[in-house]
Each structure stands twice: as structure tokens, then as C-alpha cells.
């Protein structure tokens, strides 16, 4: 046993561990700065509590193989699929339908719903030819598309939108043709007015927002509020933030910015700790990407390396749109900041996520050959 435990602590991508940790306390910083303009610190307190839960889960999910799950990747998505259905049975909350009560805390089944399908996808796609192939990309987009039109319905038009890249990255690192890819996004681009169209009054409202922000003078009114007040609380930090610089502001207006510790905690982290702590969590999101997208090419197995494609995808995409819109450059859609925003069930589930690509980087080794994917092989032997 102790021997197990000696090379399971050497095999452990420490680095990955510790940014993701780098960045949890990070997100503390920015969370106690939220409680403390809001005179009430239940949800710092709460976060400390869930990052113990989360780190242990990681790194519980580095001990067994991650091969286990190649044979259940498609009962994942179909149990998350059914837990999506599920939230339509209950109430509303904040006017929308995303989580299961379960007493003592809300489960949001969006958040199983991304790593699901990510497993589904990399089970589907390796040793696969088909998707070599235009019509052949069918299947991959349904897997993607089933839960993206539950999420969309409930509404949460932000979590919706991660498939689509995480599925245009792996689809790639599987061996989907380019100019097959182009195609499909040049359909989703002409099709685009017909899905303005079905956009909600409120969700249409938030684009639209975007194209007629002003700097300076009083906060706008309806959606253009939060893109307003995010960018004036993050020029509030300065170059080194108020908690080091030591300024305050008379007006405690200037500081209200709802959701400033789930969506918006970016800007509290900018305000604490100025452009330079803003800067340093995104050189500790682009170290962690970096690390992920290493251990998908370090491995040999398929399955493990389209795995970590897909986790680098959805962490990155979703980072890139919450500090967009925290700049005032994308919509205010609710998407959390990866490890950093409050929140237990995006903290476990991205906790996880990682735990599994720390899994991959830990056994590259399971498949010994020059290609990963079959069809390659295959091409190869015909010749």
C-alpha cells in the first residue's frame, strides 16, 4: 500500500493541481470582497466548505483509471439528459427552470450535462471513420444537440453555447476534416436569423445590450446595467487594486453589481487586486489550459485524449465568455467563472473535470502505437 501511495503522489500532475488551487483562492478574494460590500459573509464561508469537497473529489477521481468510464459515457448522457427533464417539475427560480432541490443545496444538472457529453462524444468518436466524412458529422452533432435544446429551454442560453465549441474541438482533434467543419459553421451562420427569432424577448434584449453600451455618466437602465457597472467596479482597481493601494470610494453606489460573486466575480478580483490580479488569473488559466492540452497530446489512448480536449474546451470557452461579458464584449448570459465564481455544483463538476485530465496525464501509456486513431491505422494498411 504504501508503495501504491508513493507512486500515485509521483505520477500526480502537481503543477495542474496546484493552479486549479491558485485559482480557488483567488475566487476567495474576490468572494469575501462581495460579502464584505454586501455586509454579509455567508458565502465565502459556504465556498471554503465546497473547495475541501471539490479538491478531494479531484483528486479521488485521479485513483481509479478513467477507462472505466469509456464503457458508461453513454449512460452518463442519458441519466443527464433525464435529470434536464426533471427540472421541469419544479418551480421557477430567478425565472428560469436549472436545478433539482436537494435540501441542503441545489443541483444544477447543466453542470453534469457538459462532462456527460464530453464523455459521450470521445467514447462515439474514437476508432471511428465515419465522421471522416460530411454526413458522418450527424451523429456527433445529435449527442451535442439533445441536452444543448434542454439547457436552451430553461432558459440558459449561455451553458447552451459551450457544446458548440466543445464540440467543434474535439470533432477536430478526432480527425474531422477542416473544410467539413467550415461548412457546418457556415450553416449555423445562415441559419442564425431564425434562431434570433426564437430567442426570448429578455435574451434578445442582452445582445442587443452589448452594441449600445457608453462609458461614463449614470448606469443605463434593463440589461446594459450589469455591462456598465462591471466595467466601472473593475476600473475601480486601478493597476493594483484597493486592497493594496489602500483607495475607497464615497459613492457605495459605484460598487453595487449583482451576481458579483458568482457571474461577476472577475470584476471583484479587479477591484481588489487591480489589472495585475486580473492578469495573473488569466496567466493561471492559460498555465492550466496549457497543462490540459499537454496531457491529451502526451497520451496514446483515444479516448483519454479526446477526453482532455474536450474539458480544455469547456473550461476555456467558458472562461473567454465570462470575462467577455465581464469587459462589456459579450452578453450577460450567467455563466460562472471556472473555479473562482460561488457555487458548489459548478465548483464540483469543473473539480472532476479536472481530476479526469489529471487522470489521463497520469497513465499516456495505455495504447502503444504511432497513431492514436484507428482509421489512420486502417488508411495506413491499405495502402
Known amino acids: 500500500m504504501d508503495f501504491r501511495i508513493a507512486n500515485w503522489r509521483r505520477r500526480v500532475p502537481w503543477s495542474l493541481a496546484l493552479c486549479a488551487l491558485?485559482?480557488?483562492?483567488?475566487?476567495?478574494?474576490?468572494?469575501?470582497?462581495?460579502?464584505?460590500?454586501?455586509?454579509?459573509?455567508?458565502?465565502?464561508?459556504?465556498?471554503?466548505?465546497?473547495?475541501?469537497?471539490?479538491?478531494?473529489?479531484?483528486?479521488?477521481?485521479?485513483?481509479?483509471?478513467?477507462?472505466?468510464?469509456?464503457?458508461?459515457?453513454?449512460l452518463w448522457l442519458a441519466a443527464s439528459v433525464g435529470l434536464l427533464a426533471i427540472v421541469y417539475l419544479f418551480p421557477a427560480k430567478w425565472g428560469?427552470?436549472?436545478?433539482?432541490?436537494?435540501?441542503?443545496?441545489?443541483?444544477?444538472?447543466?453542470?453534469?450535462?457538459?462532462?456527460?457529453?464530453?464523455?459521450?462524444?470521445?467514447?462515439?468518436?474514437?476508432?471511428?471513420?465515419?465522421?471522416?466524412?460530411?454526413?458522418?458529422?450527424?451523429?456527433?452533432?445529435?449527442?451535442?444537440?439533445?441536452?444543448?435544446?434542454?439547457?436552451?429551454?430553461?432558459?440558459?442560453?449561455?451553458?447552451a453555447l459551450l457544446f458548440?465549441?466543445?464540440?467543434?474541438?474535439?470533432?477536430?482533434?478526432?480527425?474531422?476534416?477542416?473544410?467539413?467543419?467550415?461548412?457546418?459553421?457556415?450553416?449555423?451562420?445562415?441559419?442564425?436569423?431564425?434562431?434570433?427569432?426564437?430567442?426570448?424577448?429578455?435574451?434578445?434584449?442582452r445582445v442587443t445590450a452589448v452594441f449600445l453600451q457608453h462609458d461614463g455618466g449614470p448606469a443605463p437602465p434593463g440589461d446594459g446595467y450589469h455591462l456598465h457597472q462591471s466595467k466601472q467596479v473593475l476600473a475601480l482597481g486601478g493597476i493594483v487594486g484597493s486592497q493594496l493601494s489602500g483607495t475607497r470610494l464615497d459613492d457605495p453606489l459605484a460598487y453595487h453589481l449583482p451576481a458579483c460573486r458568482t457571474d461577476f466575480v472577475f470584476c471583484m478580483?479587479?477591484?481588489?487586486?487591480?489589472?495585475?490580479g486580473t492578469l495573473a488569473a488569466l496567466?493561471?488559466?492559460?498555465?492550466?489550459?496549457?497543462?490540459?492540452?499537454?496531457?491529451?497530446?502526451?497520451?496514446?489512448?483515444?479516448?483519454?485524449r479526446l477526453l482532455a480536449v474536450g474539458i480544455v474546451a469547456l473550461l476555456a470557452a467558458q472562461t473567454v465568455i465570462n470575462v467577455g461579458m465581464t469587459v462589456g464584449l459579450a452578453p450577460v448570459t450567467g455563466i460562472t467563472l471556472p473555479l473562482v465564481s460561488y457555487g458548489g455544483s459548478s465548483l464540483l463538476f469543473t473539480c472532476i473535470a479536472l481530476g479526469l485530465v489529471m487522470n489521463v496525464a497520469m497513465r499516456p501509456g495505455y495504447e502503444?502505437?504511432?497513431?492514436?486513431?484507428?482509421?489512420?491505422?486502417?488508411a495506413q494498411s491499405s495502402l
Not at 368 to 378: A, C, K, L, N, T
Open 368 to 378: 502503444i502505437g504511432r497513431e492514436p486513431f484507428r482509421f489512420v491505422r486502417q
Open 269 to 276: 478580483i479587479g477591484e481588489r487586486w487591480g489589472l495585475a
Open 283 to 304: 496567466a493561471l488559466y492559460l498555465f492550466l489550459f496549457g497543462r490540459g492540452l499537454a496531457a491529451a497530446a502526451a497520451t496514446r489512448e483515444p479516448f483519454g
Open 22 to 74: 491558485a485559482l480557488m483562492v483567488l475566487g476567495l478574494t474576490g468572494i469575501e470582497r462581495g460579502d464584505q460590500l454586501a455586509h454579509a459573509g455567508e458565502f465565502l464561508h459556504k465556498q471554503m466548505v465546497w473547495i475541501v469537497i471539490a479538491v478531494a473529489a479531484m483528486f479521488l477521481t485521479t485513483v481509479v483509471p478513467y477507462r472505466v468510464l469509456r464503457h458508461q459515457s453513454y
Open 96 to 159: 428560469s427552470r436549472r436545478w433539482v432541490p436537494l435540501g441542503v443545496m441545489n443541483f444544477q444538472p447543466s453542470e453534469l450535462a457538459k462532462l456527460a457529453c464530453i464523455l459521450a462524444l470521445a467514447r462515439y468518436l474514437m476508432y471511428r471513420e465515419n465522421y471522416r466524412r460530411l454526413s458522418g458529422l450527424v451523429v456527433p452533432f445529435l449527442l451535442a444537440l439533445v441536452p444543448m435544446g434542454l439547457i436552451l429551454k430553461e432558459p440558459d442560453l449561455g451553458t
Open 164 to 205: 458548440l465549441p466543445v464540440l467543434a474541438a474535439m470533432l477536430f482533434a478526432a480527425g474531422a476534416r477542416p473544410g467539413h467543419l467550415a461548412l457546418v459553421a457556415a450553416a449555423g451562420l445562415a441559419v442564425s436569423p431564425v434562431f434570433w427569432l426564437g430567442m426570448s424577448a429578455e435574451q434578445k434584449s
